[in-house]
Structures are given as C-alpha cells and as structure tokens.
C-alpha cells in the first residue's frame, strides 16, 4: 500500500521561501511519477507541478513557473517542492499525489492521472 506524507508547510510572509517534502513509504518510488496539487479555500484542486519517474522532465503551472521547483531523490523515497517568492496567493493545502508507472520520461497534470494521493500540508502566506 502506497503511503504519502507530506511536510514543510506553515507560515511564511510575502517573498519567504518554503521546502515541502513528500515521503513515500511502501513502494520503491522510482516507479511512481509524481505530482503536487493544492486546493484553497472555496476553490478546485489545481495543478502546481510535476515530476517524471527519472526526474528529468518537470511541468509546472504557469502561476509558479520561475517560483517553484519539484526535484526528488528516488533512493531516499523522496519529492519536494521549492517554493521561493511566495506570494499570499499561493495560500492552499499542497497535496503530494503519485501513479504507477507510465512512459519514464512522462509527467501528468490532470488530477485523475494518479492514485495515491497524502493527506496535504496547509501553506499560508501573509502579505
């Protein structure tokens, strides 16, 4: 069974950086594109960025491409999300989400591409 907890969000002030991780537990997560998601308060789930299984090809939404930037290190189980240059809109829950398999090389966007998704960590920016 896939397990995703994410960690690192909090606090943090207009301009702060913030590191989120994702540890996976219960698989070998080289086999698992992943990608991160965050939801606000009254909103839909949207896509932040992504990340193929080799961790050579990434994509990002065009609201935090420059910002933010996804990197992972398969031989810890391991994803994080850079988050630099917050902005009080970026404000959400942030969801660590993988899926199984695919092309190596491929990264996904559209939420139902995945199957495990972990429980989220609240990131709020005050301006």
């Known amino acids: 069974q896939v397990q995703l907890v994410e960690s690192g969000g909090g606090l943090a002030q207009a301009g702060d950086s913030l590191r989120l991780s994702c540890a996976a537990s219960?698989?070998?997560?080289?086999?698992?594109?992943v990608g991160w998601f965050r939801q606000a308060p009254g909103k839909d789930r949207e896509f932040v960025a992504a990340?193929?299984?080799?961790?050579?090809?990434?994509g990002y939404s065009e609201s935090v491409k420059g910002r933010f930037a996804v990197s992972r290190d398969n031989a810890k189980n391991m994803v994080y999300l850079q988050m630099n240059s917050l902005k009080p809109e970026d404000t959400a829950v942030y969801y660590c989400?993988?899926?199984?398999?695919?092309?190596?090389?491929?990264?996904?966007?559209?939420?139902?591409?995945?199957?495990?998704w972990g429980q989220g960590t609240q990131v709020t920016v005050s301006s």
């Open positions: 989400t993988a899926r199984q398999g695919g092309y190596i090389e491929r990264y996904y966007t559209v939420p139902t591409s995945y199957n495990y």
């Open positions: 219960g698989v070998f997560l080289v086999t698992y594109a």
């Open positions: 990340i193929s299984r080799s961790g050579v090809s990434t």
